[in-house]
């Protein structure tokens, strides 16, 4: 590369300077690669799992508009490529009785669940599979006692 300086100023020969530009200009996309294989290694570290939630009664019958919510408690990273994750839903049984979660992160979740006319469901559950359903039985209320 042909170059002679004056001063701060840094002169090239036509043939040198167009050298000089192209290798900058083929600097970054030779990282691009580097960034993204780095990328889905990371995103194959944050395992996230679907839950499907059956919400039935003690008989087996589907339960359906029964409110279900599910939290990331805590477990395994929450960043995937630099997006927001989703962690936690709040969304309704089908006709069927089911609730889909589409992608949540492995590790400790929170379900609770609400229907008119059944004790509230609530535990705490670990999930570190790709897809994973879970089968809730609600009870209907016990009986209320009055001193008075």
Do not use: C
Not at 4 to 22: E, K, S, T
């Amino acid at each position: 590369m042909a170059a002679w300086q004056v001063g701060p100023l840094r002169f090239y020969h036509a043939r040198g300077y167009n050298q000089v530009m192209r290798d900058r200009a083929l600097k970054p996309l030779l990282v691009i690669p580097l960034l993204l294989m780095g990328a889905l290694a990371a995103h194959a570290d944050t395992g996230m799992t679907k839950l499907l939630i059956q919400v039935t009664t003690e008989t087996g019958r589907p339960i359906d508009h029964a409110e279900v919510v599910v939290n990331f408690v805590q477990g395994r990273s929450v960043l995937k490529l630099g997006r927001n994750v989703h962690t936690t839903f709040d969304l309704r049984t089908n006709q069927e009785g089911e609730a889909k979660i589409p992608a949540i992160p492995q590790g400790k979740i929170k379900i609770m669940v609400n229907a008119k006319g059944y004790q509230t469901y609530g535990k705490t559950i670990e999930v570190a599979e790709e897809e994973k359903t879970i089968e809730i039985k609600l009870y209907p209320p016990q009986p209320q006692y009055s001193v008075h």
